[in-house]
């Protein structure tokens, strides 16, 4: 069995699926390696290193397309890729079907095995295969270095000679893995840290790593089974508009993790809230790129209303690079262990495994 993985489109994702370390491990499991020149270069991964533990490297991304069994992937191969994917063939990788579900009818409807690893169910099991948590973990971390680099203003509390520099305040709505991660990093950083969210289950964790957590009354009864936020109903959001209103006033820097996974952003940070920010804020927007949690989140850019700088990027994570392909990529790895019969040497799609199943794009 052969497994293989091309380079990325550069342009929008600088992270890899195979990171050097993981070669012998894939190799132990009884499979050959192939990979296109120059795979992890711009990481400053040279072709050696791969060689060195054992992978092959081929100057034609087209063959290792054509004679892999497994590919696996970041993202979504172009469509002038995916015409070189035969019948039977695995592609692993974050596939996106709400995006791209129509591309994946189509490759499905061609007997090509998918399995888009964002749909992973939230259990045991399969936390060592959950890109979403590793990768969430390492956006909030950034998030809260990249709205500090460009806040004007000291973060920790400074008390001086001169006088006294107060702590900034810092606002995490959204209390999942990103938003933990953003409150732990703020709070290390010497921040005061409030955070809000729709599930009321979130209130200990948010407490433990030192954060005030912001209470808007129905808060208990929004969470799915799979520990996912719920659509908020008219009432709450109202609630939760009032209670944002008053906080926002006396808050340097906000950090949006707000997501629905498949849907349209919520609009939580509206423009008459931002209105009554102070001039200097920061507001970090996670949700950029499925449409923003404020009224002016623009992808890539940062916009400025009333002095206030909102941001958000397409891809946080090119950011850090490095770290987020190691655990990526370690990810994949053990979805794979799963994925592969190793008595037979073969991909044992058994739909009885609920982690196979609910991944599977059919």
Do not use: W
């Not at 400074?158 to 709070?187: E, R, Y």
């Not at 349209?264 to 940070?269: E, G, M, V, Y």
């Amino acid at each position: 069995m052969r497994i293989g993985s091309i380079q990325e489109n550069q342009n929008i994702e600088k992270r890899i699926a195979i990171t050097p370390e993981l070669v012998k491990k894939y190799i132990s499991l009884g499979f050959e390696l192939i990979l296109s020149e120059n795979y992890g270069s711009h990481l400053g991964i040279k072709d050696e290193y791969y060689k060195d533990m054992g992978a092959n490297i081929s100057k034609d991304e087209i063959e290792v397309l054509k004679t892999s069994d497994l590919i696996v992937q970041l993202g979504m191969l172009a469509d002038d890729k995916t015409l070189n994917i035969k019948e039977h063939q695995t592609v692993i990788g974050v596939l996106n079907p709400y995006v791209n579900k129509e591309k994946l009818e189509n490759l499905a409807k061609r007997k090509i095995n998918l399995f888009s690893l964002e749909l992973l169910p939230r259990i045991t099991r399969a936390q060592s295969m959950d890109i979403l948590s590793s990768q969430a973990n390492l956006a909030g971390y950034k998030a809260v270095i990249e709205s500090f680099a460009n806040f004007e203003k000291a973060i920790p509390m400074m008390m001086t000679a001169a006088g006294t520099v107060p702590a900034a305040k810092v606002l995490v709505v959204g209390a999942g893995v990103a938003g933990l991660q953003a409150i732990a990093t703020a709070k290390r950083m010497g921040a005061i840290v409030f955070a809000t969210d729709v599930r009321m289950a979130s209130k200990e964790q948010v407490e433990s790593l030192g954060g005030k957590f912001l209470t808007v009354e129905g808060s208990e009864n929004l969470e799915t089974e799979g520990g996912y936020a719920k659509e908020t109903s008219d009432d709450f959001k109202k609630k939760q508009e009032e209670l944002l209103s008053e906080t926002l006033k006396k808050i340097d820097i906000v950090i949006c993790t707000a997501l629905i996974p498949g849907k349209k952003a919520p609009l939580i940070i509206k423009d008459n809230m931002i209105k009554n920010m102070q001039a200097g804020s920061i507001i970090y927007d996670l949700a950029a790129i499925q449409g923003g949690n404020t009224a002016f989140t623009v992808v890539d850019k940062i916009i400025e209303k009333n002095g206030v700088k909102i941001m958000g990027e397409s891809n946080i994570l090119n950011k850090l690079p490095v770290s987020a392909s190691n655990l990526y990529a370690k990810n994949v790895f053990n979805f794979v262990d799963n994925l592969f019969d190793k008595e037979k040497k073969n991909i044992n799609i058994n739909l009885d495994d609920e982690i196979i199943e609910k991944t599977l794009i059919k």
